[in-house]
């Protein structure tokens, strides 16, 4: 099939086309028994006529069909470790050091260590779990959001939220990025535990590796005899600085007054990154985990905050 | 620019001649399949680089006991390495369809796993992801089915980060997809969709391909036009798929060829397709089909016929919308480059992959019924004669041809004028001489317009024996009276 050369240059030329030629229809044309009229035509899903296509489609699908380019090599480079404070994970390969990062680092609570597969997730967590005003708050309204993205119901409940979650939308009742707090109250790492000593830990029963239960700043599991197994979690758990937080009385007020608490949080940067909570100092510690009541750091700016004031307003 | 997980074929363990007759088996299998409307394919991500990477165990024949012992390491194994060995061998395992098979009876084995998905080892997560993967990939329902526990995990990781794990949840699900209904019908309220339409903002050309795949598996599905493609409609993605497949230097071929074929789904199964007009389907695909063009001129890239066929579709079935008449005044209805690259892309499809001439004829049709633009375009841009050439390819393509200088010939004196003198008579007089019938009606209508719109045609056709080509069809019930009609304007004007 030969095309006219200057159809080339007609492609890379400019938009444009020349003037149509006058239409002059004789009505002797459409008279029997000649039927032919020019018409658009439309073939459904189904059609025969994209059966040749749809093969070659899946052929391609199957991989039958040769590829052109190599495959680019994955690289690798000379061991190095996680720069993550407290972790000592060590990687040859790029892309086994993102999902790593990803996964245990990038979206971690600052109070209570747990990684989130999501940025959604964390934000979800921080306000139910370490954020007073929502428990306030969720006294009066349904403050509890489905966690499925693009459903906008919320519960008064967190139980009422999973219920709506396994009937609604499927998900498994033991949906692991729901676990319900258990004590009234913010959340303290203590608390934590408890949640953990919940998991099935029977020998007899294959026990669920907790999901982002335990705190990451150990990722490496100290070796230990297999006997002990049931006992990880909680080791990891005491050997966690924050875990001294768990010694401290609960002393935040039963009442949250919003405008008249000003509490002064020297090292916090509110608008910056999350920041580990230095936890050396005991005496210390209880005035700073009190500031973190009154502002508990976000990943993202104080948009919980402000949320919260609006419905405080009756907004 | 494709992904390297795509798997090769091995040209070592088999010559030329039996990839032939494999591939051979498989279009016959796919064409059966499409018949009975029973079309599936799964896509299967093993990266061979990785595998030669990994020492020790060639896929073995492991029984249960052998599983239980890889779960039982992977699960409470002390060291981490010995738990991610125990979880690759089983992975590599799985590769066997009779582990499967083993694998999922044993008790407690897809609890485990999903609880290793779940777990705080990224590398134990990601091997654990890499055995569903396998699962996904089976033919046997039962195995695939036994992955459904995990789908709301899969679906939670598509907004996290990490781009190879998504990327391979993603294929997990788009195997997942299309396996049957029972599946999809618990992926959707999950939340399917607007889990991908949030995925398709990530700036990851591998994560972007595997959704398309994911969500083209979700559009083939029989119950897509009414149950999922009014969600899709109704969500972010169609304008994110418009804008994956603007032709620029961004354009990526793997991920324009899934999102392309999520279109042609989406606009065949004739939804909703004045919504995808007005966000500029039309402008975007027509601005696509010339850069195609272009790039079929400039490599020899195996694969733009994978992108050249839905996009081809997808602007002949959106030219029959009543909302493409309004939209018409934009520039590329009326540019008459969508003929120059559309003939460009004939003679690529000709030599490339003949079935497919087709489709694009099929476009040519529908440009040019109701467009005397183009009908002009045709003419002045030299373009019957190669249109010609393609008579002798098969019947459809003869068809189609036909159609489209019956286009422009009803269209008038001034049209017919330019069709004469040149190869069209002698084309159309071995025409006549087709066995098909469909073939020899249309050149009938096309002489009785040439008759009717060309002084001295008849008088031409007369002195080519074109009277003893009509003869042999007199008998036809289908022609009969068009044959006729014709010998009576011939002989006596």
């Known amino acids: ?315 | 620019m494709w992904s390297r997980q795509r798997g090769r074929l091995k040209p070592l363990c088999c010559g030329v001649e039996e990839l032939r007759c494999r591939r051979r088996e498989r279009e016959a299998a796919l064409r059966k399949a499409r018949r009975e409307q029973q079309l599936v394919s799964k896509r299967l991500l093993r990266d061979e680089a990785l595998e030669e990477a990994e020492e020790g165990c060639v896929a073995m024949i492991f029984g249960e006991a052998e599983i239980q012992q890889f779960l039982r390491l992977a699960q409470r194994g002390t060291e981490e390495k010995e738990r991610e060995r125990a979880l690759v061998s089983l992975r590599r395992g799985l590769q066997r369809p009779e582990m499967q098979q083993t694998f999922i009876r044993l008790e407690g084995s897809i609890r485990t796993l999903v609880g290793l998905l779940t777990s705080n080892q990224a590398l134990l997560q990601l091997e654990a992801a890499r055995c569903l993967h396998e699962l996904s990939h089976s033919e046997q329902s039962a195995v695939v089915e036994a992955c459904l526990p995990a789908t709301s995990y899969l679906l939670t990781y598509l907004s996290g980060h990490s781009s190879d794990f998504i990327e391979l949840c993603l294929y997990t699900l788009g195997n997942l997809i299309v396996e049957s209904e029972a599946v999809r019908r618990q992926l959707l309220p999950q939340g399917i969709v607007p889990a991908l339409a949030a995925c398709i903002q990530s700036p990851h050309l591998t994560v972007l391909e595997a959704l398309g795949y994911a969500l083209s598996q979700l559009l083939q599905a029989k119950e897509a036009p009414e149950k999922i493609i009014p969600s899709v409609l109704g969500s972010t993605l169609p304008q994110h798929m418009l804008q994956l497949l603007q032709p620029g230097p961004k354009l990526n071929l793997g991920v324009a060829v899934e999102f392309a074929w999520c279109l042609h789904y989406i606009i065949c199964s004739q939804v909703n397709n004045a919504l995808l007009i007005t966000q500029g389907a039309l402008s975007t695909l027509g601005l696509l089909l010339l850069d195609l063009a272009g790039a079929v001129q400039r490599t020899e890239d195996a694969g733009l016929e994978l992108l050249a066929c839905p996009v081809l579709r997808c602007l002949s079935n959106l030219l029959t919308e009543a909302a493409a008449e309004a939209v018409g005044g934009q520039l590329q209805l009326r540019d008459e480059r969508v003929v120059a690259a559309l003939f460009i892309l004939l003679q690529f499809l000709l030599q490339k992959q003949p079935s497919l001439l087709p489709e694009g004829l099929w476009l040519l049709n529908n440009l040019t019924a109701n467009s005397p633009s183009f009908c002009t375009s045709l003419l002045s841009l030299d373009l019957i004669e190669p249109l010609l050439h393609l008579l002798s390819v098969s019947n459809v393509v003869s068809m189609l041809v036909l159609t489209v200088l019956c286009n422009v010939a009803e269209k008038g004196p001034a049209y017919c004028q330019r069709l004469w003198p040149g190869p069209l008579l002698s084309s159309l007089l071995d025409t006549l001489a087709f066995s098909d019938t469909e073939v020899v009606g249309q050149s009938l209508e096309l002489l009785q317009l040439l008759f009717l719109y060309q002084p001295g045609a008849a008088q031409a056709f007369l002195q080519q024996s074109g009277l003893q080509a009509l003869q042999r069809h007199e008998e036809v019930a289908q022609l009969q009276d068009r044959v006729h009609a014709l010998q009576q304007t011939a002989l006596h004007g």
Request: charged share 25%.
């Open chain 1, 1 to 315: 099939m030969q095309l006219p050369p200057a159809l080339h240059a007609r492609l890379a030329g400019a938009p444009g086309s020349a003037e149509p030629l006058p239409v002059e229809r004789d009505p002797a044309a459409r008279t029997a028994p000649f039927r032919f009229a020019p018409r658009p035509v439309r073939f459904p899903r189904e059609h025969d006529f994209f059966e040749e296509g749809d093969v070659q489609r899946h052929l391609y699908l199957q991989d039958v069909l040769t590829q052109v380019g190599g495959a680019p090599e994955r690289p690798r480079v000379p061991e190095f470790t996680c720069q993550v404070a407290g972790c000592c994970q060590v990687f040859d390969a790029l892309e086994d050091y993102e999902h790593h990062y990803h996964t245990l680092h990038r979206n971690v609570c600052s109070f209570c260590k747990r990684a989130f597969p999501s940025g959604h997730l964390l934000d979800t967590h921080i306000l139910e779990w370490h954020d007073s005003l929502f428990q306030i708050l969720a006294e009066r309204q349904d403050m509890y959001q489905c966690l499925v993205e693009g459903c906008t119901e919320k519960f008064r409940t967190s139980r009422d939220r999973k219920e709506h979650l396994v009937m609604r939308h499927l998900y498994p009742a033991d949906f692991r990025f729901d676990k319900p707090r258990k004590s009234r109250g913010p959340v303290m790492p203590g608390a934590a535990e408890q949640v953990l000593a919940e998991a099935p830990g029977d020998d007899g029963v294959p026990s669920e590796v907790d999901a982002m239960e335990v705190c990451s700043e150990h990722v490496e599991p100290p070796p230990a005899p297999a006997g002990e197994r049931r006992a990880y979690s909680h080791r990891e758990m005491n050997s966690c600085p924050s875990a001294a937080l768990a010694q401290l009385p609960r002393i935040w007020p039963e009442r949250y007054h919003l405008p008249s608490v000003l509490v002064r949080v020297p090292h916090e940067d509110l608008k910056g990154p999350r920041r580990e909570i230095s936890t050396s100092n005991g005496g210390s510690s209880a005035a700073l985990w009190r500031c973190c009541r009154a502002f508990p750091p976000r990943r993202r700016g104080p948009r919980t905050l402000a949320r919260a004031a609006l419905h405080v307003a009756g907004l």
